[in-house]
């Protein structure tokens, strides 16, 4: 028998932490990891043989449930054909088009194979077009693990920042300027002082990656004029919001044109794709038209894209995203109805298919309010969930997903076993 015990005691053997991304160690929540054997729709089930309904989906890819046919179909042939030519085919030509149909603002796209490939190279691209260094990016928004985005907030405002992991030197952090979500007047006073230094900013137009918060709209629209006005570029990172808060991601919802979009995640169905794309004239400075380099050996690779376009053709049919909302939309009014019963400082609320639940009075709108959060009662209403086959994400700044896959009764079943779980936890 290889239960979730016996396996993470062997992981931890051979890989660092018995995990290949930091999060997965349940190190924020405690107790063991979840090693899932299979997946279908709404539902996971993992190495001891216990079955879970899911809202971390991958961490977002699983948008359409685990397994859908139409989507494992569509591997399984592009399979058959072959795994990688590394060269170009026919479907990748097709996801590009399809991308740029979906979204507007891309008249041109490139496609990677991750989210941190596609932020990492819409930096470097930014840089080469505007010829400044600056990036500018917010407290809280992950925007993957490039170096000069593991970066924190400089010990003043307006001070460029430190990195936020060993290994990124100094020099490379010194570039990025990290200001509060939210926060008008931070971006105007770095505007007033530093804008010929601004190659671009980059952002969550609804963040993800400090559980879920909210732009005011006041903010990103003064942040696109900002950006026009001083010609740095706007980079809307939608690695997690892409089709996943709405059929044209953050931007549609805001009616906000950034000049560059990072995607990942829903992309790929799955399957590793990350895109970055956006404006004509500053993609065509990518190598080989442009002095920018950037290059992938398994760049659109022919069974990721399979599941990619799969899952987009369902995300794109009629009614798909109004579907995936009301379903976050009845969880989240229902979590919070049980909470009211047993007298829980808790909030919830969400966008799209993607919610935040938060133990504390109000919804927070930066990082500094989320982390006032009570940590401890999310870690015990965690496995309060977990015990009773509800796998929500292991940490209490992460946002949650649900998939089209989730039925109202799953969400039913959800709420009423998260109603036992808050009253487990008051008296404990
Ligand atoms: C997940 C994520 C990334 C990184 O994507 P990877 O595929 O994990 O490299 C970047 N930006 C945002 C907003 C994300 O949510």
């Known amino acids: 028998m290889n239960n979730n015990e016996q396996l993470f005691a062997r992981a931890q053997k051979t890989i660092p932490g018995g995990v290949n991304s930091p999060v997965r160690a349940f190190r924020s929540v405690g107790g063991t ?6 997946g279908a729709g709404s539902r996971l089930v993992d190495a001891d043989g216990k079955e879970y309904i899911d809202f971390v989906g991958s ?12 989507v494992i179909d569509a591997v399984q042939r592009a399979a058959a054909q072959g795994l990688s030519f590394g060269a170009p085919t026919e479907a990748e030509v097709e996801l590009a088009e399809l991308l ?6 891309l008249e041109m796209v490139r496609l990677v194979s991750s989210g941190t490939e596609a932020t990492m190279s819409a930096i470097r691209l930014a840089r080469g077009f505007t010829g400044r260094d ?5 407290e809280g928004c992950y925007h993957g693990h490039a170096d000069s985005l593991l970066v924190k907030a400089g010990s003043g405002l307006l001070t460029f920042g ?7 030197p100094e020099d490379f952090a010194k570039h990025t300027l990290v200001l509060d979500y939210n926060d008008i007047g931070q971006l105007e006073d770095t505007f007033a002082r530093a804008a010929d230094r601004i190659a671009a900013v980059i952002l969550e137009p609804v963040v993800g990656n400090m559980n879920l918060i909210q732009p005011s709209p006041a903010f990103i629209r003064r942040l696109r004029e900002l950006c026009s006005q001083h010609g740095s570029l706007l980079i809307y990172d939608e690695v997690m919001t892409g089709f996943r808060v709405g059929p044209q991601g953050a931007q549609g919802l805001h009616g906000i044109t950034p000049d560059l979009t990072t995607l990942g995640k829903v992309i790929g169905g799955g399957m590793p794709v990350g895109a970055f794309g956006g404006r004509r004239d500053v993609m065509q400075h ?3 038209l442009g002095p920018v380099y950037q290059a992938g050996t398994l760049s659109g690779n022919p069974v990721a894209v399979a599941a990619g376009l799969a899952t987009l053709k369902i995300v794109g049919e009629p009614g798909f995203h109004d579907r995936l909302g009301q379903t976050a939309a009845r969880l989240v009014d229902g979590l919070e109805a049980a909470a009211r019963e047993a007298e829980i400082a808790f909030r919830a609320q969400s966008v799209g298919g993607m919610f935040g639940i938060y133990f504390r009075d109000g919804l927070p709108a930066s990082y500094a309010e989320v982390m006032q959060s009570d940590r401890e009662r999310f870690n015990r209403f ?3 969930m977990l015990d009773r086959g509800v796998y929500l994400a292991p940490s209490a700044f992460e946002a949650g997903f649900v998939s089209a896959a989730h039925s109202p009764a799953d969400i039913e079943t959800t709420v009423a076993l998260a109603r036992e779980a808050f009253a487990a936890i008051r008296q404990g």
């Open 100 to 105: 740029c149909a979906m979204l507007p603002s």
């Open 162 to 168: 430190n990195p936020s992991s060993g290994g990124v």
């Open 33 to 38: 990891p979840r090693f899932f054997v299979s």
């Open 59 to 70: 961490w977002g890819p699983a948008i359409v449930g685990h397994a859908h046919p139409a």
């Open 382 to 384: 965690f496995h309060a």
């Open 286 to 288: 990518i190598a080989p």
């Open 134 to 138: 600056a990036i500018v990016k917010f």
